[in-house]
């Protein structure tokens, strides 16, 4: 796997969160068994750069505004031309097409606008934001999703796709059952803390006796349902 970073200081997720030998830790989960490419897709020497790996690669993806390939001569029909066969994965904030298509798009935005912000937390507070970014991971697994089927269809004869990922779609297809709830009976599911209502035993009971310890050799834990 072939990655293409900006020059100079390179992908900014390497120095991101917590670092060893001034390199993020995550970077290295992350870009495991990638080659680093650096290039400027701003000019026509490193646009040429991507057209000429794109030849030979099964998939391209990519995760700028939408627009952006098209104004560097990377969108679908020059790569495409290329390369028949190529899987173009593009995942942004809101899709390649609809009203919001133009506006920069992160997960913690996608993560409000799909739902999942306004039911985390507790009902006698706002809502919370979980400390990961789930929305950058459910919308990378649509995308692998999209780019397996797509690579299927290729090898049964068809010709190349374009996987168009939106960060809050994604995040929206993992709500469950509120939209149907809201449709039929026009609920609104709240925010509940710890409790996942209507399913049981799933929570962590408010009730629970504090754990005891008679010595430190024979802890003694209650745990209540």
Same mark, same amino acid.
């Given at each position: 796997?072939?990655?293409?970073?900006?020059?100079?200081?390179g992908?900014a997720?390497?120095?991101?969160?917590?670092?060893?030998?001034? +390199?993020?830790?995550?970077?290295?989960?992350?870009?495991?068994?990638?080659?680093?490419?650096?290039?400027d897709?701003?000019?026509?020497?490193?646009?040429?750069?991507? $057209?000429?790996?794109? $030849?030979?690669?099964?998939?391209?993806?990519e995760?700028?505004?939408?627009?952006?390939?098209?104004?560097?001569?990377?969108g679908?029909?020059?790569l495409?031309?290329?390369?028949?066969?190529?899987?173009?994965?593009?995942?942004?904030?809101?899709?390649? +097409?609809? *009203?919001?298509?133009? $506006?920069?798009?992160?997960?913690?935005?996608?993560?409000?606008?799909?739902?999942?912000?306004?039911?985390?937390?507790?009902?006698?507070?706002?809502?919370?934001? *979980?400390?990961?970014?789930?929305?950058?991971?459910?919308?990378?697994?649509?995308?692998?999703?999209?780019?397996?089927?797509?690579?299927?269809?290729?090898?049964?004869?068809?010709?190349?796709?374009?996987?168009?990922?939106?960060?809050?779609?994604?995040?929206?297809?993992?709500?469950?059952?509120?939209?149907?709830?809201?449709?039929?009976?026009?609920?609104?599911?709240?925010?509940?803390?710890s409790?996942?209502?209507?399913?049981? *035993?799933?929570?962590?009971?408010?009730r629970?006796?504090?754990?005891?310890?008679?010595?430190?050799?024979?802890? +003694?834990?209650?745990?209540?349902?």
């Amino acid at each position: 796997m072939i990655k293409i970073e900006p020059p100079g200081e390179g992908d900014a997720l390497r120095k991101w969160r917590r670092m060893r030998n001034g +390199t993020s830790l995550w970077w290295h989960v992350q870009s495991r068994n990638k080659k680093s490419v650096t290039c400027d897709l701003r000019k026509l020497e490193g646009q040429e750069i991507v $057209r000429r790996l794109a $030849r030979d690669a099964h998939i391209v993806i990519e995760n700028f505004r939408p627009g952006a390939l098209e104004r560097w001569n990377l969108g679908w029909e020059e790569l495409s031309r290329a390369n028949p066969k190529l899987v173009l994965v593009r995942i942004s904030g809101y899709g390649q +097409t609809g *009203p919001y298509k133009e $506006r920069p798009g992160f997960a913690a935005i996608a993560e409000a606008v799909g739902g999942l912000r306004y039911v985390n937390g507790f009902p006698d507070r706002p809502p919370a934001r *979980p400390n990961l970014s789930l929305g950058d991971t459910i919308a990378a697994l649509h995308g692998v999703i999209g780019a397996l089927l797509a690579l299927h269809a290729v090898q049964k004869g068809g010709p190349g796709q374009v996987i168009d990922v939106a960060l809050y779609e994604a995040v929206f297809n993992c709500m469950e059952s509120l939209l149907p709830e809201f449709d039929a009976q026009k609920y609104v599911r709240e925010r509940s803390g710890s409790a996942l209502p209507g399913i049981a *035993p799933s929570n962590l009971s408010t009730r629970a006796r504090t754990a005891t310890c008679l010595s430190p050799a024979t802890p +003694t834990v209650s745990i209540s349902a």
